[in-house]
């Protein structure tokens, strides 16, 4: 069922139909959510304007438990080369990557969950400082403020990975 619903979503891509491909790949995650063929779909549907989810999808198909994608590293690189910003300069030069000549300018997550997908990726080339210390800035910025939404949840989220990841170090 699996690899159905990947086929499917396939399809839909081949005929650009995006979101009905995204349909059927988060399906297939929802059946087995550690195999990494349909992280690395969402990845390749996923637009270049949605930067830090792009690059997130290509992390959790390389780390996949049971079936990670092979070609999900070269994967990440590619998406690397793409997005001009001071995070994604640090990533490229880890994994000697240079950025392609027509990358898309992108800023700093502007919502939780790209703070999430950011906290993911940099767990990846193992570039914590950086995001921490601009995760805690934001995290105190929105404490702050009156409108605790989901971004809140998602800040908190992502903190928790971050000590996850820091105390396994340890």
Not at 32 to 51: E, H, I, M, V
Not at 86 to 103: G, T, W
Request: charged content about 20%; glycine content about 2%.
């Amino acid at each position: 069922l699996y690899n159905i619903h990947i086929r499917l979503g396939d399809l839909y891509r081949y005929c650009d139909s995006r979101e009905n491909a995204k349909h059927y790949y988060k399906r297939a995650l929802h059946l087995d959510p550690k195999c990494g063929s349909a992280y690395n779909q969402l990845s390749l549907c996923t637009p270049l304007t949605k930067a830090y989810q792009c690059v997130y999808y290509s992390v959790r198909a390389l780390y996949s438990t049971d079936e990670p994608v092979k070609g999900a590293e070269t994967n990440i690189k590619l998406s690397i080369s793409r997005f001009d910003s001071p995070l994604f300069e640090r990533f490229r030069q880890q994994s000697n990557v240079s950025m392609a000549n027509n990358a898309i300018t992108i800023s700093y997550p502007s919502n939780g969950q790209e703070w999430f997908y950011l906290v993911v990726i940099s767990i990846h080339f193992n570039e914590f400082n950086l995001t921490l210390d601009l995760l805690l800035d934001q995290l105190l910025k929105t404490i702050d403020c009156d409108d605790k939404t989901i971004q809140f949840d998602y800040l908190l989220m992502s903190l928790d990975v971050c000590f996850d990841w820091i105390l396994k170090g340890l």
